[in-house]
């Protein structure tokens, strides 16, 4: 979010629509049925990436492997494009003259390319346009009658955001070069935490396990669930219980043995959640800083906003750990007292008061154990301190998604069931599930409120279908709402955020009239531009805006027009 306006240029991503359409027209998709024999072997070496980039070629330099995300065990290929480099990894394999070979990798990312070059007869390719989950590539080759290596790859396209791959196979014949270990029994977990509690459930962490490709819950010693991830909610219990959890790993070599156990136990009934934050909500930043916009304090705010975030936050010298010191002065003599009062009494109206950290000029960093620990300790503080109800996450140069996930699962824990958590990232964080801001909103999915993504100081960007949208439509809105409500966000987990006036931010304001369309057409159907969403939302949480200040300079016409029209959504 801009602390001050118009200094944030918009950025803009030059896809050129027409170059990606005859790209797709171009690209032919191969997908082999022919079942593996017995005794066949998969031919890549270091498939999972579990030994770095070890038997792999990436050019330009464009590869690195990374511990999330993974489709399996602790690592995967991340490549990067450029304007100049397709991002291409390679390996030459063994194979067997005049044999079917299967030729399959799981992906993440958009246009990803599968191939097998050199067979000595017809080389095979596969590709997908847009991957926001792990997404299974497979195709088929067969080897010349003297062919004994092919190389196998993956690509990404030119200007594009890093890829990612795991889990290669090459399975057919063995042709003289074997195949890796089969893997071991993994180790057991360790770390199991109890997060958020309500009175029906338990959502469960845990610390990854080295080449485990799933886990499983036990709750009171009987099989409970399995999972991918290393976290999981308990559900269907019942309020005011206590119950026992362990948690083990698991891959083909079979099951580790059960982890320590712990005791959680449920709230009473009717507790947990945030009963504070309302079906469709309403978000607003308040700022703590006078750059022009009307000076308010908290109690200027109307009551349309439902979630008030207070902005900002800022990094101290202790890496992770944020402060927060009210701008007396600049707010025209508003103390911490009143600030404090005023907090109570937006409480006491059913409102939640949330501490957002980052913004334009933020530089928090959690990248490790030690300042996920100092973030998670330093606003816990502060909330209580304050009084804030939970935290806005606003960071606009990246983030860790294993180190951040852990950070506010702590916070969490701390602050108890009726914690809030809000995010604003900026449109490219939510590009793809494999990104940063997307992962950790995953992550944290059982104890996040909403995800106001800022759909401005943006330029044109990819919707859900794949087609490039301008900023400023109503159809921006709604593709890449799209995005994250098909990404594993719930429709309560998502709210569109655009700016209260012209002066609230570089590019990418609307109308609030543009706005309710856009509501409308997410939750009912009606109001739509040239993109249909394949099936409507009537959950979406709502809307938010910067900032509270600036709608005031513009006699409050936004949240006068957003505000009723998201409380009256479905």
């Known amino acids: 979010m801009p602390r001050t306006p118009h200094t944030r240029p918009p950025r803009h991503r030059r896809l050129l629509a027409a170059a990606l359409t005859a790209l797709a027209a171009a690209a032919a998709t191969l997908s082999g049925s022919t079942p593996a024999a017995a005794a066949d072997v998969n031919a890549a070496r270091n498939a999972g990436y579990e030994s770095g980039l070890s038997n792999w070629t990436c050019s330009a330099g464009s590869g690195s492997t990374v511990g999330s995300p993974v489709h399996s065990g602790t690592g995967a290929l991340k490549a ?5 480099d397709n991002a291409a990894c390679s390996q030459t394999v063994a ?18 390319y599968l191939g097998a070059s050199g067979t000595g007869t017809t080389d095979a390719t596969t590709w997908t346009p847009s991957a926001t989950g792990w997404q299974q590539l497979s195709t088929t080759f067969t080897t010349g009658p003297t062919t004994t290596s092919v190389t196998v790859y993956t690509h990404g396209w030119y200007g594009q955001p890093a890829y990612y791959a795991d889990d290669f196979s090459v399975l057919g014949p063995d042709g003289g070069g074997g195949t890796d270990p089969g893997p071991e029994t993994p180790a057991t977990p360790a770390g199991l935490t109890a997060g958020t509690v ?10 990854a396990v080295p080449g485990a490709t799933g886990y499983t819950v036990y709750r009171d010693g009987t099989k409970n669930q399995a999972v991918n991830g290393t976290s999981a909610t308990v559900s269907g219990l019942s309020p005011a219980t206590a119950y026992r959890f362990q948690v083990t790993a698991t891959n083909a070599a079979g099951e580790s043995a059960r982890s320590a156990e712990i005791t959680a136990t449920t709230a009473p009934s009717g507790g947990g959640g945030n009963p504070t934050v309302p079906r469709h909500a309403v978000t607003g ?23 008030i975030a207070v902005a900002f936050a800022d990094a101290t010298t202790t890496p992770g750990a944020v402060t927060f ?21 937006k409480q006491a109206a059913g409102k939640s008061v949330v501490l957002s950290v980052g913004g334009e000029r933020g530089t928090v960093s959690v990248n490790d154990a030690a300042s996920a620990a100092n973030f998670a300790g330093s606003l816990y503080s502060l909330m209580q301190q304050y009084g804030f109800d939970g935290v806005d996450i606003d960071l606009e140069n990246g983030l860790n998604p294993t180190y951040m996930s852990q950070a506010l699962r702590s916070l969490s824990q701390k602050a108890g069931g009726k914690f809030v958590l809000t995010m604003a990232p900026q449109t490219l964080d939510m590009q793809s599930t494999s990104g940063g801001y997307f ?71 609307v109308a609030p009239s543009v706005v309710n369309a856009a509501l409308d057409c997410l939750t009912k159907g009606t109001g739509c531009g040239s993109f249909k969403p394949a099936r409507t939302y009537p959950g979406l949480r709502g809307a938010m805006t910067w900032s509270t200040n600036w709608d005031a300079a513009s006699g409050n016409a936004w949240s006068n027009a957003v505000g009723p029209h998201v409380h009256g959504l479905p």
């Open 439 to 509: 992962q950790t909103a995953l992550n944290v999915k059982d104890i996040l409120t909403v995800v106001n993504m800022q759909y401005y100081n943006s330029g044109s960007m990819l919707g859900c279908d794949g087609k490039v949208y301008s900023q400023g439509t109503v159809d921006f809105l709604t593709a890449l709402a799209c995005i994250q409500l098909e990404g594993g966000l719930a429709p309560s987990q998502v709210g569109l955020g655009l700016p209260a006036s012209t002066r609230g931010a570089g590019s990418g304001y």
């Open 95 to 112: 194979v067997k003259p005049g044999s079917t070979y299967r030729l399959s990798a799981y992906v993440q990312g958009s246009y990803v």
């Open 285 to 307: 930043y308040w700022q703590n800083f006078n750059n022009g916009a009307t000076v308010q304090k908290l109690s200027d705010v109307p009551g349309q906003y439902d979630i």
């Open 198 to 207: 309500t009175s029906s459930s338990v959502a469960l962490s845990w610390n």
């Open 325 to 345: 010191s009210l701008d007396s002065a600049g707010l025209g003599g508003y103390t911490v007292d009143q600030f404090e009062a005023d907090i109570k009494a």
């Open 80 to 84: 990067t494009p450029t304007a100049s």
